[in-house]
């Protein structure tokens, strides 16, 4: 924020005080000093509306927000696209203007269906949004209000309560047991206790206990704070602004199609000189050597490829979709395919972000509570052995003690169960309700001693009949200490050295499996028992020790594991402490050998922090600045990353990563907006179904790539020898333009809905620069390209010499429908990589047979309408024309899948059925 200093007619703003960001370790009375505030009045109105038009709105910029119109833009900056804008023109400038129409309508037909599928996301991603409170209570004019967050500006005082969002950062006046959830800034799964001492001025801002920040959630107690930073000038503000410096790199689809398409566009340049300059060598007008250098141009570049690419992506979005990932932008899905390794937070993104009872250690013995978070569906069990609890006097009392000494509760809605209050004691009352216990609204005539970082324990006292019950909760060697019985099995008796070592033994062992502890114990009073918290809280009764943990997604160790199958490694990124990141770790599959924390990465040199990603390794109380270093570094490697995450302090390295991952339910607007995709259902385990998908959808591409390569191959072939022949044009322009878009492009769009192959998850992601046309891919390219160009030339060259009238317009005709029928054989040939069809089945893909029969519909109109006709310049084909071009298409199908035959057959005597391309 802007700084204040008392009213001043001339000057409204001097430097901060003690230096930028110094407000937590001033005393209150400085702090109100400097802002001109006063606790109990609070800001007129008057002066709220000038500091207002000073300081602007409490709102965060839109940093993942992109206009309308850069994103139909956007879809026209690609070389394929200006290849065919610029064949737009010259065919214009030729007077060809059906074909410059039909050219000029594909690249406005791309642009438009890539518009639509990603500003669909950018809405989508707009109706996600819920993070911040719209309103607020402040004190004005000495009354207390409540007004719109985003009017709230510095010297305002706030009152917070239980429930609710922090509008802005906030210097803290008065509190009362108050703690917030800082999980979203800083990765911490437990509530923070809140206080207004100040601290040290270099004090690391997870330890600022005087500050509450914006966008954190208060989970226990209340109190006042005076708004020292709104909007942009936050700490949430500052994380957008860091992430607003990242810029957005490419995918690899999007580079190798750069380069496919660079590399067709000085191929069709080169051809397109050569023929012409050879034709007219030859004696050939030179005005239709230029026009059959066009055309050649034309054939090269598959005009129905930026088309399928984008639809291809776009169905592929939709079926994200279903299995709970919201794409933002199209390219990101193929990308998803080469991910390497998925760095991902863990609070919110591994666990549930719901503290849960998991042990709770008795005198009697050990249980283990089931169910996760706050549904209170479980049960206890013992020995391994289902309990009934109503049967259990001892673990009954301490689940009523921990449901009294509590000031949390919970509440069903659609989305589940949630807590009010603070989540450790949120999961003491969903244990109680496992058992059946009945909250009681109100305890009678009850007293708290609240909990503080000094005494570390909480007591209730509650008036029942004839007496004074005391339920304390705290740190167990607090509690340990200030016992003097213990209850077992019903029955209170002395606490002995044993009960003691149990006890303290329970707690360590808690610990060491990531488990925070609370010791719970009670204390029988008589009526009229001095209510002093020193004279009640001695000599108490021990009930028990509970451990308590934010526990894994169910789905999360298994999605780990097919992580590990894929060749995706996943590192943890985590501002939570070492110990508890390390257990959780082992909890889901994780093999993290050495948990490196943030003071320890400072300490590192980028060679050093490389030969540490190299091993099985974890990081914990890491800050913004971490990860996204960590993610530049693993780039460094020449890894694919993934970044995964749902609060503002992992938004700069989502941003930064190839792939972002935000959480849609508990993410923040700044992580939604610096994201690549949204699991809808905050599920780590969805992202390894987005990895299935998006391999699926390249391995897709690559075969239709293939394929339509070869088409076009055959195209060139045919054109470029029979010019050196000195025939007439054996294709027209507009039948080149009409194969490569309506038929090459409807089905190869049939072949970007194959399903995924079996096997796809079992490989290892494909190499970072790996092109999309490999060694093999372009040998099989040129055969089967090969093989089409030669064959329909032979048919172009056999009904020439048959003469008769219309011999030219007639060869054409049989030559533009035969390279077509061929190409649409081989679709078949290219429904796998490397299984024949025999294994892959010929209906599990409805929409090649879909396309193939719309294809033909579509041809036989060609040559058989008449409006059509007259068009593409075709004349109608007899039953015998079509008998010869069927006897010249079927041979490349059947030699292709007897090959293919052949090395399945191999490759399942080897044991390595799916793996290598045989096409």
Not at 669 to 692: H, P, Q, R, W
Request: glycine residues 8%; negative net charge; aromatic residues 6%.
């Amino acid at each position: 924020m802007k700084s204040l200093h008392p009213v001043n007619q001339e000057e409204t703003e001097i430097p901060k005080p003690a230096g930028l960001g110094a407000w937590h370790s001033l005393e209150v009375a400085e702090v109100l000093k400097w802002l001109e505030a006063n606790q109990k009045t609070g800001l007129s109105e008057k002066e709220a509306a000038r500091r207002l038009s000073r300081h602007g709105f409490n709102v965060l910029q839109e940093t993942g927000k992109v206009a309308w119109y850069v994103i139909f833009a956007r879809q026209f900056v690609d070389i394929l696209i200006i290849i065919l804008l610029i064949a737009t023109i010259i065919a214009a400038s030729l007077g060809e203007w059906i074909d410059a129409l039909v050219i000029l309508v594909i690249v406005i037909v791309n642009g438009i269906l890539g518009f639509i599928q990603e500003w669909k996301a950018e809405t989508a991603i707009q109706a996600l949004k819920r993070m911040l409170e719209p309103k607020c209570n402040v004190v004005r004019d000495g009354m207390k209000q409540n007004i719109e967050a985003k009017t709230l500006v510095p010297g305002d005082i706030v009152v917070l309560k239980i429930g609710d969002h922090v509008p802005a950062d906030l210097r803290l006046l008065e509190t009362f047991n108050l703690k917030t959830d800082e999980s979203s800034l800083t990765g911490e799964s437990e509530s923070v206790s809140k206080d207004v001492e100040p601290t040290v001025l270099e004090t690391e801002l997870a330890e600022r206990t005087s500050i509450a920040w914006m966008g954190t959630a208060v989970t226990n107690g209340r109190g006042f704070g005076a708004v020292v930073a709104t909007g942009m000038e936050t700490e949430f503000g500052r994380i957008a602004r860091l992430t607003q410096t990242v810029d957005r790199e490419i995918t690899p689809l999007q580079r190798q199609l750069a380069v496919l398409g660079k590399q067709l566009g000085i191929i069709s340049v080169s051809l397109s000189i050569l023929v012409a300059v050879c034709g007219w060598l030859l004696g050939k007008p030179l005005f239709d050597m230029f026009l059959t250098g066009v055309a050649l141009a034309v054939a090269v570049v598959p005009e129905g490829l930026p088309a399928v690419v984008t639809i291809t992506l776009a169905l592929g979005v939709r079926a994200m979709v279903q299995r709970k990932a919201l794409l933002r932008r199209l390219q990101a899905s193929e990308t998803l395919g080469k991910v390497t390794v998925i760095c991902t937070d863990k609070t919110g993104t591994l666990t549930q972000n719901q503290m849960t009872v998991q042990n709770i250690w008795l005198p009697s013995g050990e249980i283990e509570v089931t169910g996760i978070g706050y549904d209170p569906a479980g049960h206890f069990r013992k020995d391994g052995e289902k309990i009934d609890p109503q049967r259990h006097e001892d673990l009954l009392a301490l689940l009523q003690t921990g449901l009294n000494c509590n000031n949390a509760s919970l509440i069903k809605s659609d989305r589940g169960w949630n807590e009010i209050g603070e989540p450790t004691e949120a999961a003491l009352v969903v244990a109680a309700y496992k058992a059946w216990i009945e909250p009681v609204k109100e305890l009678k005539g009850s007293i708290e001693f609240s909990f503080n970082s000094e005494r570390k324990r909480m007591t209730v006292v509650e008036t029942v009949d004839s007496a004074f019950i005391a339920h304390v909760k705290g740190a167990p060697e607090i509690i340990l200490e200030r016992c003097a019985r213990v209850l077992e099995n019903g029955g209170n008796r002395e606490l002995t050295e044993r009960d003691r070592k149990a006890a303290t033994a329970a707690m360590h062992r808690f610990a060491e499996n990531g488990l925070r502890t609370l010791a719970l114990a009670r204390r029988e009073l008589p009526l009229g028992f001095p209510l002093d918290e020193n004279k009640i809280e001695c000599k108490l009764t021990l009930l028990g020790i509970v451990g308590i943990a934010d526990p894994p997604h169910l789905e999360v160790p298994s999605a780990v594991q097919s992580a590990g199958k894929a060749g995706i490694r996943i590192i943890m990124i985590t501002g939570d402490n070492p110990n508890t990141a390390m257990s959780i770790a082992h909890k889901i599959g994780m093999s993290s050998g050495r948990a490196v924390t943030g003071h320890e990465l400072d300490e590192m040199k980028d060679d050093e922090l490389r030969e540490t990603l190299a091993k099985d390794v974890l990081f914990a109380r890491t800050t913004p600045e971490h990860k996204m270093r960590i993610v530049k570094v693993l780039q460094q490697m020449d890894e694919v990353v993934g970044m995964t995450g749902d609060g503002v302090n992992d938004a700069p390295a989502l941003k930064q990563a190839e792939i972002g991952i935000a959480m849609g339910v508990r993410g923040t607007d700044v992580a939604k907006g610096a994201s690549d995709m949204i699991l809808t259902d905050d599920n780590f385990a969805s992202i390894i179904n987005a990895v299935e998908e998006g391999r699926r959808e390249y391995d897709n591409i690559q075969k239709f790539v293939r394929y339509l390569m070869s088409s076009n191959t055959g195209e060139v072939v045919a054109i470029f020898i029979n010019i050196l022949l000195g025939g007439p044009l054996i294709l027209l322009p507009v039948q080149i333009l009409w194969m490569n878009l309506i038929t090459d492009g409807v089905t190869a769009l049939a072949l970007g809905m194959e399903p995924a192959e079996k096997g796809i998850m079992n490989q290892p992601p494909r190499q970072v620069k790996e092109p999309i046309l490999n060694r093999r891919s372009i040998i099989t390219i040129l055969a089967i390209g090969g093989y089409i160009g030669l064959a329909t030339l032979w048919l172009f060259q056999h009904y020439l010499d048959l003469g008769g009238d219309d011999a030219v317009q007639h060869a054409q005709t049989v030559a533009f429908t035969a390279i077509i029928m061929i190409q649409m054989i081989t679709i078949f040939n290219f429904r796998s990589l490397h299984a024949p069809m025999a294994a892959i089945g010929f209906f599990t893909n409805p929409w090649v047979l879909l396309a193939w029969t719309g294809n033909f519909i579509m041809q036989l109109s060609a040559v058989y309408v008449p409006f059509m006709q007259q068009a593409l310049r075709t004349v109608p084909l007899e039953l015998k024309d079509w008998g010869m071009i069927l006897l010249v298409a079927t041979p490349v199908f059947l030699i292709t899948e007897i090959y293919k035959i052949q090395v399945w057959k191999n490759k399942e005597l080897l044991g390595k059925e799916g793996e290598g391309n045989s096409v």
